[in-house]
């Protein structure tokens, strides 16, 4: 069973930083290609970034240059490290994989307030 567990948001002010951290089990997380998603309050569902197998990164462009994903396959975590963070961030963000079915975690709130 695919298991993601993130952790690693909060509350932090505009121009701060934060890094998300999704941790996997029930993969083989070599070969797993896992996405970061975020949903605002009365919005859909969006696009973060992705990193493939093989360390490929892909990003949406509204946080290009300010969010960068990354992977440490012996520790099966994915990580998001957000910097230049702004309110438009604010949202519930979730890691996801399609290996092994349609996966989500319980997702993580960040809050970027003064």
């Known amino acids: 069973q695919v298991h993601l567990v993130e952790s690693g948001g909060g509350l932090v002010q505009p121009g701060g930083s934060l890094r998300l951290s999704c941790k996997a089990s029930?993969?083989?997380?070599?070969?797993?290609?896992m996405d970061w998603y975020r949903q605002a309050p009365g919005k859909q569902r969006e696009l973060v970034a992705s990193?493939?197998?093989?360390?490929?990164?892909n990003y949406a462009d509204f946080v290009k240059g300010r969010f960068t994903t990354s992977r440490d396959w012996p520790r099966r975590t994915v990580y998001l490290q957000m910097d230049g963070l702004q309110p438009e961030d604010t949202a519930v963000y979730y890691c996801?994989?399609?290996?092994?079915?349609?996966?989500w975690g319980q997702g993580t709130q960040v809050t970027v307030s003064s």
């Open positions: 996801h994989t399609y290996y092994g079915g349609d996966r």
């Open positions: 029930g993969l083989n997380f070599k070969i797993a290609s």
């Open positions: 990193i493939g197998s093989d360390g490929t990164t």
